[in-house]
């Protein structure tokens, strides 16, 4: 195991090249794909979404397709469809965009709700179904979506369904001045990401990803999640509140950043610090809570603030 620990660090290390003095928003989206997960990215243009998604799928070596998001896109530009061979008498499939194993859904909210629907089943169950015919997409898989906070017009919200089917919600903000002073230099004569050169390959992310699956969870971590994840469904503030899908998620999530610290085994910290990225996206949050500048981190860190941190006996 530890070897594959040192990957991880060429890993963060590599797309630092690319991502300049964002080495926690690296991190959580290394973290998804170390539990198999799904990021919605949401954040204002220019601040390297695209290259962020693009860096960790070429330091990894793994296939990428970007699908840029319009109204116009049909779901069998997703997906995939069938067409009939005169030589055959056949149909046969053609694989949609969807079949790579790092998808950048860009733009997500600018396509109708019939197009992004056509995402919910690889996102969960990593295959399509066309014609009746399922076909599994590669692996690993993982889908990385970006949408814009900043601009309604044109745009269409994505449901609650889809939201609940990312792992985490992260955002990558404004460089410092420094990193942004830094950046003007680094990009003066050439893109780092045009040189990036991959420092793992994908059966080396496979492996990680089950080992992820191993590491221990005490029965108090588990009713440490389940207590702040039913306290989402009681607070005051929210209309509706994380699923059993949260649940799972933010189990998984504590499980991939403890194995991330160099651990086999889970901590309460873990959970506190996946909570937040994991379960934002996931609360509904009343109108009034709304109107009096509620957010939904507020909401969690009260939760977390409430509830007792469990003892663990490792």
């Known amino acids: 195991m530890p070897q594959y620990h040192d990957l991880l660090d060429k890993i963060i290390s590599n797309v630092q090249k690319v991502i300049i003095g964002k080495k926690e928003v690296i991190e959580l989206a290394l973290v998804s794909f170390l539990c198999s997960g799904h990021v919605l990215i949401e954040d204002v243009p220019?601040?390297?979404?695209?290259?962020?998604?693009?860096?960790?799928a070429?330091?990894?070596?793994?296939s990428f397709k970007r699908i840029q998001f319009t109204p116009d896109v049909l779901p069998s530009d997703i997906t995939g469809f069938s067409m009939y061979n005169q030589k055959t008498g056949e149909f046969e499939y053609r694989p949609g965009a969807v079949m790579s194993?790092?998808?950048?859904?860009?733009?997500?909210?600018?396509?109708s709700p019939?197009?992004?629907?056509?995402l919910l089943e690889v996102m969960e169950e990593g295959q399509v179904t066309v014609d009746g015919v399922t076909h599994p997409v590669?692996?690993?898989?993982?889908?990385?979506?970006?949408q814009n906070p900043i601009e309604y017009t044109g745009t269409y919200p994505l449901p609650e369904a889809q939201i609940d089917r990312f792992l985490m919600k992260i955002t990558?903000?404004?460089?410092?001045?420094?990193?942004?002073?830094?950046?003007?230099?680094?990009y003066q004569y050439k893109n780092?990401?045009?040189?990036?050169?991959?420092?793992?390959?994908?059966?080396?992310?496979?492996?990680?990803?089950?080992?992820?699956?191993?590491?221990?969870?005490d029965k108090t971590i588990n009713d440490y999640i389940v207590e702040i994840i039913h306290e989402t469904r009681h607070h005051p503030d929210i209309t509706l509140g994380a699923s059993p899908r949260g649940s799972l998620a933010l189990f998984?999530?504590?499980?991939g950043w403890a194995y991330y610290q160099k651990r086999d085994y889970v901590l309460p910290d873990d959970v506190k610090k996946m909570a937040f990225p994991v379960l934002t996206h996931r609360l509904l949050l009343k109108q009034e809570a709304k109107l009096k500048r509620i957010s939904p981190e507020d909401i969690i860190q009260s939760i977390i603030n409430k509830i007792n941190v469990p003892m663990v006996n490792i």
Not at 58 to 62: E, G, H, L, P, Y
Not at 172 to 186: F, K, M, N, Q, V
Not at 198 to 213: A, F, H, L, R, W
Not at 252 to 255: I, L, P, T, V
């Open 252 to 255: 998984r999530a504590a499980q």
């Open 58 to 62: 070429k330091s990894i070596n793994c």
């Open 101 to 111: 194993q790092v998808i950048l859904a860009d733009e997500i909210n600018r396509t």
């Open 138 to 146: 590669p692996t690993p898989f993982m889908v990385l979506a970006t």
């Open 172 to 186: 990558i903000g404004y460089p410092s001045a420094a990193d942004e002073s830094r950046i003007l230099s680094e």
């Open 46 to 56: 220019g601040v390297g979404k695209t290259s962020l998604v693009a860096a960790l």
């Open 192 to 217: 780092p990401l045009d040189e990036l050169q991959p420092v793992i390959n994908s059966e080396d992310i496979i492996t990680m990803q089950n080992q992820v699956k191993e590491v221990y969870v």
């Open 114 to 118: 019939k197009t992004q629907a056509s």
